[in-house]
């Protein structure tokens, strides 16, 4: 079974940093694309940020220049770098992987259940 586990989140000022880690753990033979996205109340799921296993990176307009995402392929892990946040980001953030059991099998999207991330004004 393939999971995926985040953490970082947290309660932070208006202005402040958070960094978000989501590690995929089970058996698995590869992850191509590595992403974030964000829940608020009452609105719909949106990307945040994603990277391809090749290094290529995808942000939503309105996070560009303040967060940053990467990962270690070595540890399975993406990273979410986020500055200068703002109360409107505060969501539920969510971690999407796509993961191929082995050689054979298509590429299948897992999610993490998510962490809180609160922007205190």
């Known amino acids: 079974q393939v999971q995926l586990v985040e953490s970082g989140g947290g309660l932070v000022q208006s202005g402040g940093s958070l960094r978000l880690s989501c590690t995929a753990s089970g058996p698995f033979f590869s992850i191509n694309r590595m992403g974030w996205y964000r829940q608020a109340p009452g609105k719909e799921r949106e990307l945040v940020a994603a990277?391809?296993?090749?290094?290529?990176?995808d942000y939503a307009d309105s996070v560009k220049g303040r967060f940053i995402i990467s990962r270690d392929n070595n540890k399975n892990t993406v990273y979410l770098q986020m500055n200068s946040l703002k109360p409107e980001e505060t969501a539920v953030y969510y971690c999407?992987?796509?993961?191929?059991?082995?050689?054979?099998?298509?590429?299948?999207?897992?999610w993490g259940q998510g962490t809180q991330v609160t922007v205190s004004s």
């Open positions: 990277i391809t296993s090749d290094g290529l990176t």
């Open positions: 999407k992987c796509g993961v191929r059991r082995d050689p054979i099998m298509p590429f299948l999207d897992y």
